[in-house]
């Protein structure tokens, strides 16, 4: 099905670019880009999210080193932050003399409607045959990304997307057989899940083979992945930046 229909096969044909062409991105492909992501679905049409370029080639520098030493952050043809954004409704309940009421719901909305809007935007770039790289690698070193982009409060960096053109083509990576995420009627038994996850196991194995990593699977990669805490100071830091987890 996806051989006949453009959609399918761009979304079935992404791979994450992590070297790219010195090439800018011009502003009238980010417009269009933005403008047809910004018909993502949106929960009660609050739009809780923005998206800020970073164009100074010193600042994109600085923010490849607070992500980590990810150098495609400095050298794709545009680099964003994105994030969920509060601030807005915070302003209208402001000029409604009225207090802004934020919780753990006010902030999933936020997050969730930045995400649905940033795949669309990354499906939009592909499209125009960019290739992309989200860097969840933003959070780092939040705060100081933050200061640099002058985050106010009631925005929440959420990650950062490269954009540009690809001077690399990385394969695809694989994922989990359909039968393991589409569920139906009941969530599956453990051993489903298990069987399912061998299954992904023996792609992936293939995977890294490859690419020159023999010896490694889906689930190690996973297992340690979440072996230790993942970035603790994100809960201290969004708080002091408004956000709510009650
Ligand atoms: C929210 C998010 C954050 C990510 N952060 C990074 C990152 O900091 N650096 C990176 O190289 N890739 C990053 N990735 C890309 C993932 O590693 C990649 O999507 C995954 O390994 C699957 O590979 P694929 O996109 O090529 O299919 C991120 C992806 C997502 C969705």
């Not at 992404?14 to 062409?21: I, L, Q």
């Not at 805490?229 to 009650?246: I, K, N, V």
Request: hydrophobic share 40%.
């Amino acid at each position: 099905m996806s051989e006949a229909n453009p959609v399918l096969a761009r979304m079935s044909a992404h791979r994450s670019v992590r070297s790219f062409a010195p090439t800018p991105v011009p502003d009238e492909h980010i417009e269009a880009a933005v403008a047809a992501a910004q018909m993502a679905s949106t929960s009660s049409w609050v739009q809780a999210y923005c998206l800020i370029q970073v164009t100074d080639p010193d600042e994109r520098a600085r923010l490849a080193e607070l992500t980590g030493g990810q150098k495609q952050v400095a050298q794709a043809g545009a680099f964003f932050a994105l994030c969920a954004d509060t601030r807005r409704h915070r302003m209208i309940a402001e000029r409604e003399g009225a207090p802004y009421v934020g919780n753990l719901e006010t902030f999933l909305l936020a997050t969730v409607d930045a995400t649905l809007f940033a795949q669309n935007l990354a499906l939009a770039f592909e499209s125009m045959d960019y290739g992309i790289c989200m860097i969840g690698g933003l959070r780092t070193r939040l705060p100081e990304a933050s200061e640099l982009l002058a985050i106010p409060h009631g925005v929440w960096p959420l990650f950062g997307l490269c954009v540009g053109k690809p001077a690399e083509d990385p394969g695809q990576r694989p994922r989990l057989p359909v039968n393991a995420i589409w569920m139906k009627d009941r969530y599956a038994d453990d051993e489903r899940v298990f069987a399912s996850m061998d299954a992904h196991d023996e792609v992936a194995a293939r995977y890294y083979v490859n690419r020159e990593s023999p010896g490694r699977n889906w689930t190690g990669g996973t297992w340690r992945k979440f072996k230790a805490p993942l970035r603790e100071h994100l809960l201290g830091y969004y708080t002091s930046m408004g956000a709510r987890f009650e």
